[in-house]
């Protein structure tokens, strides 16, 4: 079956702009997890979105924002765009959630604020 | 506060030997642990989890072990080959991944 896929691949924005990134979970999947990954800072967690409620967030500013819809897709907002959200961005997927059970990952969308 | 730490961020070891990876944690309340393994521009796969019911788990060349009293758990690869060459994460499982920074791992043909 396919994997979790995520689009774009690569984006380059500049800073103030908004940008969305987006997470096509394994069929059947109802979770999806966000994640943000900095060298030196391993894997952040974002949220997490369940049956298109957001169920557990992070310690992220506001700016950062998601919704899943009812097919389990989900999407990750960040507005104001600075520097520092230079990353790569990770969502997982899973049956239910994360707990005592792994989750799959995509490939990652690489975000580059200039 | 990096509830799950890998304070080795690089090893390198020589084709066939062994490989350990080691991770240390700090909520007594996790229960279950994972390892993932990551190439550049790709996202982390699952390799291997434990359940803290368990000491051990082994899977073909890997194996892990959990030491819940030392809050530590460890990675055995062996025998190590070079495409085994990547960045390990290990992470402790609840309502999300607590993940550690990652240790990259070289193995040396």
């Known amino acids: 079956k396919a994997g979790v896929t995520q689009t774009p691949r690569y984006l380059i924005k500049t800073r103030g702009q908004q940008v969305t990134l987006s997470c096509s979970p394994i069929s059947g999947h109802r979770s999806v997890s966000w994640y943000q990954q900095t060298p030196g800072q391993g894997l952040q967690f974002l949220f997490e979105?369940?049956?298109?409620?957001?169920?557990n967030k992070g310690n992220f500013p506001g700016r950062f924002s998601g919704r899943q819809f009812s097919n389990s897709r989900s999407e990750m907002n960040v507005s104001t765009l600075e520097l520092g959200d230079s990353a790569l961005y990770l969502c997982?997927?899973?049956?239910?959630?994360?707990?005592?059970?792994?989750?799959?990952f995509g490939q990652g969308t690489r975000l580059t604020v200039v | 506060d990096q509830q799950v730490k890998q304070n080795s961020p690089s090893l390198s070891v020589q084709e066939g030997r062994i490989s350990i990876l080691n991770c240390d944690y700090t909520n007594s309340m996790f229960d279950y642990f994972l390892w993932y393994k990551k190439y550049p521009a790709e996202g982390p796969t699952f390799l291997i989890s434990i359940s803290s019911i368990k000491d051990k788990n082994e899977d073909g060349r890997f194996t892990v072990f959990l030491n819940k009293s030392a809050k530590h758990l460890s990675l055995h690869i062996v025998p190590s080959q070079p495409g085994d060459s990547a960045v390990y994460f290990c992470?402790?499982?609840?309502?999300?991944?607590?993940f550690g920074t990652g240790t990259s791992l070289t193995v040396i043909p």
């Open positions: 992470a402790a499982s609840g309502n999300q991944f607590y």
């Open positions: 997982a997927s899973s049956l239910v959630g994360t707990a005592n059970t792994e989750a799959f």
């Open positions: 979105y369940f049956s298109e409620t957001q169920r």
